[in-house]
């Protein structure tokens, strides 16, 4: 998708925030231009879930109007285009029989946060726990930031960004206690464990994932209780039992064996996601210029500092560098 021109007003780099409250930033963070009210913004709002996808008149006309659409509908909708444009330029296009807002050249936090998964993902599939770790959790941190658009909320036209920030995030804590197991840090494997369980009761890797970890640090009662619960609830309101991956991991709990620790099986998705929907990753090529990627010497410092770019505020994290890494390392 071509590159587009934005408004003077915006000014880049543009940073579209898209979980939690709805946010347009430019060049200047602390002065954003603001989007305009009404209708507008929920214009501004239906375009940006559907981002670099055009969305039909008939859908915009449903969701400005969902009770009756008066006879000017179409008329209303070009000057709300028109109002729309004086903030984000040409990036938001006429295609169609409907507009696309060109996202191409902005930073996207969901975007931002499925890079980072999938650069998380790479880590560990590569055997570096630590920067799995670093990667996983600013992602969460963004993913973790509220629900999409959330001011709109509840709103059928946003379903789709929904259940793919579900997705995501599912993964990221996945990826997350993983690196939490090779790290020996099971507080915060049994953390992100119990999170997804709860989102997801029937989720038996996150359940096993909270035995296993309740089990590493001294509870076997506990991770026993929570196979109960499990249990409990598949035959109850499934009418099933736990899989074989559980009930053998029960069994190794039972007898007081050492749980190995849980492989990355599940390959990392190439760098470079150019088809829409691909992976579950949403809409849009992901070919923004990303600005949480830093590289430099780990033999300079006794510590790895990651930076990664926010919303107008530099966040650094701070490791300890692992033993045993090449010179060079880079999270992105």
């Not at 909270?210 to 076997?220: I, K, P, V, W």
């Not at 991770?223 to 736990?242: K, M, N, S, V, W």
């Amino acid at each position: 998708m071509p590159s587009c021109t934005t408004a003077l007003i915006l000014q880049e780099p543009v940073r579209l925030r898209l979980i939690g409250p709805l946010e347009l930033l430019g060049a200047q963070p602390d002065n954003p231009p603001g989007i305009p009210k009404g209708r507008a913004v929920l214009l501004f709002a239906l375009l940006a879930a559907h981002r670099n996808r055009v969305v039909s008149m008939d859908t915009i006309i449903d969701t400005l109007w969902p009770d009756h659409a008066p006879p000017t509908a179409p008329q209303t909708v070009a000057s709300l285009v028109s109002r729309l444009r004086r903030v984000v330029g040409t990036c938001l296009e006429r295609a169609g029989s409907g507009y696309r807002l060109n996202t191409t050249d902005w930073q996207v936090d969901v975007d931002e946060a499925a890079r980072l998964t999938r650069a998380a993902e790479r880590h560990l599939h590569a055997g570096e726990p630590t920067f799995a770790d670093a990667a996983a959790r600013r992602a969460l941190d963004l993913l973790t930031a509220g629900k999409a658009v959330e001011e709109f909320q509840p709103a059928g036209w946003s379903e789709d960004l929904n259940r793919m920030l579900e997705r995501l995030l599912r993964r990221a804590r996945e990826v997350a206690w993983q690196a939490a197991e090779h790290l020996h840090d099971y507080q915060q494997a049994a953390h992100l464990a119990t999170a997804a369980a709860h989102d997801d009761p029937y989720d038996e890797p996150a359940w096993r994932a909270l035995m296993t970890a309740q089990y590493r640090l001294g509870s076997a009662g506990a991770a026993l209780y929570t196979f109960d619960r499990l249990r409990h609830t598949l035959r109850t309101e499934l009418g099933t039992d736990p899989d074989p991956l559980t009930t053998a991991l029960h069994g190794v709990i039972l007898q007081g064996r050492p749980v190995p620790t849980t492989a990355h099986t599940r390959p990392a998705p190439p760098a470079d996601i150019t088809r829409h929907h691909r992976a579950g990753l949403g809409a849009g090529p992901y070919r923004l210029p990303n600005p949480m990627c830093f590289s430099r010497s780990l033999n300079s410092v006794p510590a790895l500092r990651v930076g990664f770019g926010t919303w107008g505020r530099n966040t650094w994290q701070t490791m300890v560098r692992p033993m045993g890494v090449s010179n060079q390392r880079r999270i992105c």
